[in-house]
Structures are given as C-alpha cells and as structure tokens.
Antibody
Framework: QVQLVESGGGVVQPGRSLRLSCATS????????MHWVRQAPGKGLEWVAL????????NYADSVKGRFTISRDNSKNTVYLQMNRLRAEDTAVYYC??????????????WGRGTQVIVSS | ELVLTQSPGTLSLSPGERATLSCRAS???????LAWYQQKPGQAPRLLIY???TRATGIPDRFSGSESGTDFTLTISRLEPEDFAVYYC?????????FGQGTKLEV
C-alpha cells in the first residue's frame, strides 16, 4: 500500500536551517509529483512546494520562495524540503503528499502523517 | 492571487442529515482543478473529490461534488458519525495551489 513517512522535524532557532525528508513506498515514485503542505497550530492548510515527477520543475508558495528548496531522489524514493532562514511563522506540521498528475495539475491523493517544526528561540 | 472562500465556517448537523458545504472562487477556476479534502483531529488530510465531482479511491458514494460557475459544492447525503470533521476545498491547476480556510462539520 502507499506509504509516506516524514522525518527531520524538531525545534530550531530563528534564522537557522532544517531539512525534512519524506520516504515513500508502495508505488512507482518516479511517476508522481510530490508536494509539501504545512499546517500552523490551529490553522488551515497551506501549500508550500511541488516538484514534478522527474524533478524538472519546482513551484513554491510566495511565503517560502527563496528560503525553501524542494528536491527528490528517485533512486531512494524520497523527497526533501530544505528550509533556510527559518522564521517563527514557519512553525507548523509539515506534510508530504503524492501528486497525482491530472490534466496538467497535481492533486494531493495520498498524505503522510506529518512532522512537527517549531521555530523558537 | 486566486482566493477560495468556504461557507459556512461551522455547520452543526446530526447523523442522518444532509450536509451542503460551499466553496467560492475569487476568479474563474476550471472544475477540473477543484478538489475536496477531509481532515479529522490529529490526522492528515484525506482526498475525497477531485475534478469537482470524481470520488477518490475508497470514498463512499454519499460524498458528491458539483459546480456552478465559480461556486463549488460538497454534499454528504446522509451523515455518518465518522463524517464530522473539517473539510477543505482546493484548486490545484495553477503553479501555486490554494486551499480554502475550511468548514468545520460538527454534531
């Protein structure tokens, strides 16, 4: 069955960096886009980034562009989120989700359980 | 930037009743790129509907989606106890996805 498992979250000081990983199994990883979506405490969902199935294109939310980088390793079935210059407002649960290609878009059809990131001094 | 506005913010109903949740787009959105998700406390979101009306794998047929112009609707025909949760609409067609703010469906 499809599984996505995030790791790498934790407590970090403002201005520092953190790298999240999402290990996947149960499907052909290289056939799917991959997303990161976050949820601040008590708030709604905020899309963060998308990487295409072959890594040829990346898209970012304005709130993280220039600070976060999404990447993937199709040989390890893993997607990453490098987060630099972290801010208090980046505090959230970070979910990775599989992007099913659908008429040119990537809908988030399976989700991991998330990893908590807390940015605090 | 495209904004999705969901209404109502909270919907109070009982098991067995019909639920109607709305999502309005600030500009034109192709129904192909409209999805609905369910999220229960402490859990990840779950895809319910995409393409405005296509049910995702394993989603029961009491869930249905429809659209009329820039207005989209998620209908749950007869509420089961496990349906009480927060529901989000989403557009995924542009280079940046956006989510609505959510509707909480409570007993």
């Amino acid at each position: 069955q499809v599984q996505l498992v995030e790791s790498g979250g934790g407590v970090v000081q403002p201005g520092r960096s953190l790298r999240l990983s999402c290990a996947t199994s149960g499907f052909t990883f290289s056939n799917y886009g991959m997303h990161w979506v976050r949820q601040a405490p008590g708030k709604g969902l905020e899309w963060v980034a998308l990487i295409w199935y072959d890594g040829s294109n990346e898209n970012y939310a304005d709130s993280v562009k220039g600070r976060f980088t999404i990447s993937r390793d199709n040989s390890k079935n893993t997607v990453y989120l490098q987060m630099n210059r972290l801010r208090a407002e980046d505090t959230a649960v970070y979910y990775c989700s599989r992007g099913l290609h659908y008429y040119g878009g990537y809908v988030n059809d399976y989700w991991g359980r998330g990893t908590q990131v807390i940015v605090s001094s | 930037e495209l904004v999705l506005t969901q209404s109502p913010g909270t919907l109070s109903l009982s098991p067995g009743e019909r639920a109607t949740l709305s999502c309005r787009a600030s500009q034109s959105v192709s129904s192909i790129y409209l999805a609905w998700y369910q999220q229960k406390p402490g859990q990840a979101p779950r895809l319910l509907i995409y393409g405005a009306s296509t049910r995702a794998t394993g989603i029961p047929d009491r869930f249905s989606g429809s659209e009329s112009g820039t207005d989209f609707t998620l209908t749950i025909s007869r509420l089961e106890p496990e349906d009480f949760a927060v529901y989000y609409c989403q557009q995924f067609g542009s280079s940046r996805q956006t989510f609505g703010q959510g509707t909480k469906l409570e007993v």
